[in-house]
């Protein structure tokens, strides 16, 4: 599938969970579209990267090994990406490349995520919690953060010095994160401690 076919089909990606699934299972079946959907994803001023960022997010729900051959591509030029419907997306790969890092059963990312991919995720989810961003993308950022911060020891006093200090100002949904990852940090702290 050629360029100019792939923003045809992602033009008729819309919101709904089943609409693109179907698109991300196309991807799947081709993996050979991975390229040329970041190519579309990092075109940051089009409404079309939106939809590749929708569709990636899919695709790498369901199978986060695709994504690999192009974690450098990736994690270079996701901090990149500005509008709200595709920030949030790129927030939730990341969330998802994490989690499944962290997994023990998932060897190919504990190999292919090298400290330099870590660093700009960190980075990237930094910049999601303290900009000015929706709800959506603090919250995963928040995640993802919490989980590196086993790993990154300096990670979690700093997120909890960003969470106190917003917390005030923070949406409803943006303080019961915030709270369930405050008391995950103490928790974590605590067991450490003893």
């Known amino acids: 599938?050629?360029?100019?076919?792939?923003?045809?089909?992602?033009?008729?990606?819309?919101?709904?969970?089943?609409?693109r699934a179907k698109y991300a299972q196309m991807v799947i079946e081709n993996q050979k579209l991975i390229p040329v959907l970041l190519k579309i994803l990092f075109?940051?001023?089009?409404?079309?990267?939106?939809r590749a960022a929708w569709v990636l997010e899919f695709v790498t729900k369901k199978n986060p090994s695709i994504i690999l051959p192009y974690i450098d591509v990736f994690t270079s030029k996701m901090?990149?990406?500005y509008l709200d419907s595709a920030v949030r997306p790129i927030a939730k790969i990341c969330e998802?490349?994490?989690?499944?890092?962290?997994d023990k059963k998932i060897k190919p990312l504990k190999q292919r995520l090298k400290p330099v991919h870590l660093e700009r995720i960190i980075a990237v989810n930094f910049d999601y919690l303290i900009g000015d961003h929706k709800i959506a993308p603090k919250a995963y950022a928040m995640q993802s953060l919490y989980w590196?911060?086993?790993q990154f020891t300096w990670i979690h006093p700093e997120l909890k010095i960003i969470l106190e200090r917003d917390y005030h100002t923070g949406s409803s949904g943006y303080k019961a994160r915030a709270r369930k990852i405050l008391?995950?940090?103490?928790?974590?702290?605590h067991e450490f401690l003893i």
């Open 1 to 19: 599938m050629t360029y100019e076919n792939l923003v045809k089909e992602l033009s008729y990606v819309n919101h709904s969970r089943e609409n």
């Open 43 to 50: 075109e940051v001023d089009s409404k079309i990267s939106c």
């Open 79 to 81: 901090g990149d990406v």
């Open 96 to 102: 998802y490349l994490i989690e499944y890092y962290l």
């Open 148 to 150: 590196l911060g086993f």
């Open 183 to 189: 008391n995950q940090i103490k928790l974590s702290t």
